[in-house]
Nanobody
Framework: VQLQASGGGLVQAGGSLRLSCTSS????????IGWFRQAPGKEREFVAA????????FYADSVKGRFTISRDNAKTTVFLQMNSLKPEDTAVYYC?????????WGQGTQVTVSS
């Protein structure tokens, strides 16, 4: 599975962005998907996750109520809608797919929130 994360950019505080995690060549319908982020000088941290069936979602406390993880009907893309962005959300965002012991990471997409 090759994952492609996209949708990052520069936005002012209070703004929104939608990140996408797309698989090339394989549906993500059987994969648990997580979004992680890594700010400069910090460790990579969990942001949000979606179980393969889309019925269970999980969020870091720091993003609850502002970020929403979702999947498209064809299960080829997982989204991270980010609203009310804060400067502390600035980081490189990565998506991760897990299925039956297999783990895949996509390359990161930069999110920069200006104050």
């Amino acid at each position: 599975v090759q994952l492609q994360a996209s949708g990052g950019g520069l936005v002012q505080a209070g703004g929104s962005l939608r990140l996408s995690c797309t698989s090339s060549g394989r549906t993500l319908s059987r994969y648990d998907i997580g979004w992680f982020r890594q700010a400069p000088g910090k460790e990579r941290e969990f942001v949000a996750a979606s179980r393969w069936n889309g019925g269970n979602t999980f969020y870091a406390d720091s993003v609850k109520g502002r970020f929403t993880i979702s999947r498209d009907n064809a299960k080829t893309t997982v989204f991270l809608q980010m609203n009310s962005l804060k400067p502390e959300d600035t980081a490189v965002y990565y998506c991760k797919a897990i299925y039956s012991g297999e783990i895949y990471w996509g390359q990161g997409t930069q999110v920069t929130v200006s104050s």
